[in-house]
């Protein structure tokens, strides 16, 4: 069911809605919590950047991947060599993790083209397995099974923050940035590129869509955001070992792209939110509750709201923007938007 | 060149318990078009299940299979119960609803019997076979005899019973066999059986070799997916083949190579899988898939 309208807010309704998103993040997290969860939000931030990838990729690429860990850890690898190994400074480590797994994303998307969606999700559910034993087995380098210690970074002195909050705000400015990249990505011609080759790749092809150029250029786009989303990991804990990037946490990242909504960007935060605190609670209860909990909420999102909660926000808001009547009149190329995101994935 | 010889046995043996999951994958595959990623934590559960008999005191082989026809039922339910109202769902929704499956059979596990690792006793004598030069431990050629009359067995179903040939038309052409009065859902809902048996063998016979515990099958899986995929998915030799052939790689490569080693063997699956689809995405053995435009 979809509601073709899109929406125009009032200008004093743009304004308060920005108040207090800008209070909730600068002020109400970082200062109102307790200091362990400032970090812990810091992490949510962080998976929420590697979400926004897989929503690229499976969202709107059509490829569903089951490895982004596997481009996590080269980000928080990177980043732990370069400031442990050679003395970096941590930031300058974010292009260079981003740089390297945009690469290492474009040669997986090279064979990614060949793939079938099933085989795919198979490839790259093998890849995030093959991961820990790799970065074990190359210990000179990546410190084997004790890991390397990064150190979380410190605020510079002029700066009136303790470190969780100053690792946050550099994750927030970073996962700020990213986002509106993405939004930028997912407006105009590129969307319309990727839905079509999606949803009917011979009607794509027929209208001049490079289905092998995009979907490479798509993956690649993806796996830099988990990279820059490993190396703030990295800052983050302060620490990186193999077995955090176990199969787990390319699972994790699925299931939070999923209930979040996968074609949904404003989900990617809620997704995470899932992932970092759902397990905690958890655990308090029983230690093998986590995986049910996720493996119960990934059907139970499928079966009773497929786009995800992100995704019905999203249909609420503009239900509701219809019957307050800030709407735009709906154009023909809107329609097709809002229909496709109505539809979701039903179409493929 | 004992060395040599006796490596070769265990991949056979290794070979045998990959192709037994490699088929299992193989059979959901065919019936439904559908690549079971919780294969390998329904086969550990199945462990489990057998161990659990043994701990209610039943002798280890009507444990074994007690658990098996219990996998059987399992399977079939959960074809009518999951898997079949799937039928018509997009790609994610079925890959997502897998991947739920495995975190939750995997927790439920570690729910049910902890984290902790037990000790699921082999199904043959500790002793060892001489032959000639080199001698062969029992289980490796227990488990090659085993896995061998199974498949023997599954021949001889699909082979020369109606049973085996309508479950054939039910797969290969669904709509031409319920013409002819086969009932499609019941022969999906017995391939899904016969699956979850098979993953249960295999998890019976890898148990006493890696430990029973909840990630038992992780290393197990992903070489029965290899296998699968060097077969043909939808390949029942082709999965035998695969599994026999990844077996003794993985155990030669991990002999052979020292810059892979053990610690590194598991690269080979990812090797062959990537290998495979992208110069033969159909595998060995499997149906080249033709679509029309």
């Known amino acids: 069911m979809s509601v073709v309208v899109k929406p125009r807010l009032p200008v004093a309704v743009r304004i308060a809605t920005a108040i207090v998103v800008a209070i909730l993040f600068l002020y109400v997290i970082p200062f109102m919590i307790p200091n362990y969860l400032v970090s812990q939000f810091a992490t949510v931030l962080v998976f929420a950047i590697a979400i926004v990838g897989i929503n690229l990729v499976t969202g709107y690429g059509g490829a569903i991947t089951l490895g982004h860990a596997a481009f996590v850890a080269l980000g928080s690898y990177t980043t732990a060599i370069l400031t442990v190994r050679y003395g970096w400074n941590p930031y300058a480590t974010i292009p260079v993790a981003a740089a390297l797994s945009w690469i290492a994303g474009w040669c997986l998307g090279f064979p990614a083209l060949r793939l079938q969606g099933l085989y795919l999700a198979l490839g790259t559910l093998v890849l995030s397995i093959t991961v820990p034993p790799v970065l074990k087995r190359f210990d000179a380098f990546t410190g084997g099974v004790q890991g390397l210690n990064v150190g979380n970074p410190a605020p510079p002195a002029s700066v009136p923050l303790d470190e969780s909050q100053w690792i946050y705000f550099v994750s927030l400015a970073i996962a700020a940035v990213l986002y509106v990249v993405a939004r930028r990505i997912l407006s105009g011609p590129l969307r319309r590129a990727l839905v079509a080759a999606r949803d009917n790749q011979l009607v794509a092809a027929v209208m001049g869509v490079n289905r092998a150029r995009l979907t490479t250029a798509t993956f690649a786009m993806s796996s830099l955001y988990a990279g820059v989303a490993g190396s703030l990991y990295a800052m983050i804990v302060g620490f990186v070992s193999p077995d955090t990037f176990n199969v787990m946490m390319s699972l994790s990242l699925f299931v939070g792209a999923v209930v979040g909504g996968i074609t949904s960007l404003s989900g990617a935060f809620i997704g995470a939110m899932f992932i970092q605190f759902v397990p905690i609670w958890a655990s308090d209860i029983d230690v093998s509750l986590g995986g049910l909990v996720f493996g119960g909420a990934l059907i139970l999102t499928l079966v009773l709201i497929p786009a995800g909660v992100g995704g019905l926000a999203e249909r609420w808001y503009l239900r509701a923007c219809a019957r307050l009547g800030w709407t735009e009149a709906a154009a023909t190329e809107t329609a097709i938007e809002a229909s496709t995101r109505g539809a979701q994935h039903e179409a493929t | ?293």
Not at chain 2, 33 to 40: D, K, P, R, S, T
Not at chain 2, 150 to 175: C, H, N, Q
Not at chain 2, 180 to 206: C, E, N, Q, T
Request: glycine share 10%.
């Open chain 2, 1 to 293: 060149m004992t060395l040599f010889a006796n490596q070769l046995i265990d991949g056979l043996a290794d070979g045998a318990i990959y192709a037994s999951l490699a088929l299992a994958l193989v059979f959901s595959y065919r019936s439904t078009g559908i690549v079971n990623f919780a294969q390998g934590e329904m086969a550990m559960l199945s462990a489990y299940v057998t161990w659990q008999l043994m701990a209610w005191g039943l002798p280890l082989i009507p444990a074994a299979l007690i658990s098996i026809v219990l996998s059987f039922i399992a399977g079939a339910l959960l074809y009518a119960s999951i898997v079949k109202p799937l039928s018509h769902a997009s790609l994610l929704t079925v890959v997502s609803v897998l991947i739920g499956l495995y975190l939750a059979l995997n927790s439920l596990a570690g729910f049910l019997w902890t984290y902790t690792i037990k000790a699921l006793p082999s199904l043959f004598p500790k002793a060892h076979l001489q032959l000639g030069s080199f001698s062969v431990s029992a289980e490796t050629a227990g488990i090659i005899a085993v896995v061998g009359v199974v498949l023997l067995l599954l021949y001889l179903l699909f082979e020369t019973t109606k049973v085996g040939l309508a479950m054939r038309g039910a797969a290969s052409t669904p709509d031409s066999a319920v013409l002819v009065g086969v009932s499609v859902p019941v022969m999906l809902l017995i391939g899904w059986g016969i699956a979850a048996a098979l993953g249960a063998l295999s998890g019976i016979l890898v148990a006493p070799k890696v430990f029973l515990n909840p990630t038992m099958m992780f290393g197990v899986i992903i070489y029965a997916f290899a296998a699968a995929t060097l077969g043909g998915f939808d390949s029942v030799v082709g999965a035998v083949v695969g599994g026999l052939l990844v077996g003794i790689v993985e155990n030669l490569v991990g002999t052979y190579i020292p810059w892979i080693g053990p610690d590194l063997k598991i690269i080979v699956a990812l090797v062959l899988i990537f290998g495979t689809l992208l110069i033969k995405p159909d595998g060995l053995f499997g149906r080249k898939k033709v679509v029309r435009l």
